[in-house]
């Protein structure tokens, strides 16, 4: 599935800011919040294109990191096919971030972009992802949202799959469950 090229970018920048940002199991690992630093690097990670490099300060990282905190659970109600309650989640980012769609001339005409309700990286971001989750979630395949299955990681993911058969946030868990039921067959 393709999403707009401007939706994907921000479904990737999401995917990349929960998984960057927020405490749980990557594959086998624990992680932890990163702080200082290693958060504003995750961040910039996170929303930085080859176009573009962003200035994120501390602030604004924490504060897109918790934003994170609240995109993580779309996820979770999307991959449990609950869509009325990440549809709920979803209205309420677009509310809290105030959300405004706005056309913007780009090298191959008009796109249209959604900002917060002014132009800082923190809140110009924060309704731009609103706004990609809510256009994913609006679409004919809104449940390709989803929590990797290899169990006890909870990294996010967007399947871009044709058939919509993605289930895993990397070939890593995916390899690592299909090595677990082949042993398990022995």
């Known amino acids: 599935m393709l999403f707009d090229s401007h939706v994907s970018i921000l479904l990737d920048a999401a995917v990349e800011l929960v998984n960057g940002t927020t405490p749980g199991h990557d594959g086998t690992d624990a992680v932890g919040q990163p702080q200082g630093e290693a958060l504003r690097g995750a961040v910039v990670a996170a929303i930085s294109r080859d176009d573009y490099l962003p200035r ?5 990282a924490r504060a897109l990191a918790s934003l994170a905190a609240g995109i993580r659970p779309v996820f979770e109600a999307t991959d449990a096919g609950d869509l009325d309650h990440a549809a709920a989640l979803v209205n309420g980012l677009l509310e809290q ?13 008009w796109d249209l972009h959604f900002h917060g309700r002014d132009r800082t990286v923190h809140q ?24 990797c299955a290899a ?7 967007t399947d871009t799959s044709r058939n919509g058969g993605r289930r895993f946030c990397s070939t890593r868990c995916q390899n690592r469950v299909k090595a677990a039921a082949h042993r398990a067959r022995r």
């Open 56 to 60: 994120v300060s501390h602030v604004t």
């Open 124 to 147: 110009g971001w924060a309704g731009g992802l609103a706004a990609g989750l809510a256009l994913a979630l609006g679409s004919d395949r809104g449940g390709r949202l989803g929590v």
């Open 97 to 109: 971030t105030e959300a405004r769609p706005r056309l913007i001339h780009t090298e191959s005409g």
């Open 151 to 157: 169990d006890p990681c909870d990294r996010v993911y």
